[in-house]
């Protein structure tokens, strides 16, 4: 059985930048598909970004409203999914939750909960001043 364990989040002023880690444990990483969700309080839960298997490597994908800030990427030597997040405002507030699925979907697929087999407990990211 996969586990998922997210790192710490914490409080981040607008403009400034955090780091999410998951890291996967009773497989290899490189055997999922990964992804990030998000939840704002009284929102539905949100695509932020994935990245799909594909040949050696793989296809990252983002969020409209993550797009060119936040960075996906994966490090398979630590078992470990990253989220790099820079300028960051306050509608990036929320709960972000680490995801992972052995099946291959196309990206419009990966952007919706159902696409997604295994969850993370998740991480409270909150962008304050």
């Known amino acids: 059985q996969v586990q998922l364990t997210e790192s710490a989040g914490g409080l981040v002023q607008p403009g400034g930048s955090l780091r999410l880690s998951c890291v996967v444990s009773?497989?290899?990483?490189?055997?999922?598909?990964m992804g990030w969700f998000r939840q704002a309080p009284g929102k539905e839960r949100e695509f932020v970004a994935a990245?799909?298997?594909?040949?050696?490597?793989?296809?990252?994908y983002y969020g409209d409203s993550v797009k060119y800030r936040f960075t996906i990427s994966r490090d398979n030597a630590r078992n470990s999914l990253d989220l790099q997040m820079n300028n960051l405002k306050f509608e990036d507030t929320g709960v972000y939750y680490c995801?992972?699925?052995?099946?291959?979907?196309?990206?419009?697929?990966?952007?919706?909960?159902?696409?997604?087999?295994?969850w993370g407990q998740g991480t409270q990211v909150t962008v304050s001043s």
């Open positions: 990245f799909r298997r594909s040949g050696g490597g793989g296809m990252t």
């Open positions: 009773g497989r290899a990483l490189s055997d999922y598909n």
């Open positions: 995801a992972s699925t052995t099946r291959n979907y196309n990206s419009g697929h990966m952007r919706r909960e159902e696409a997604w087999d295994y």
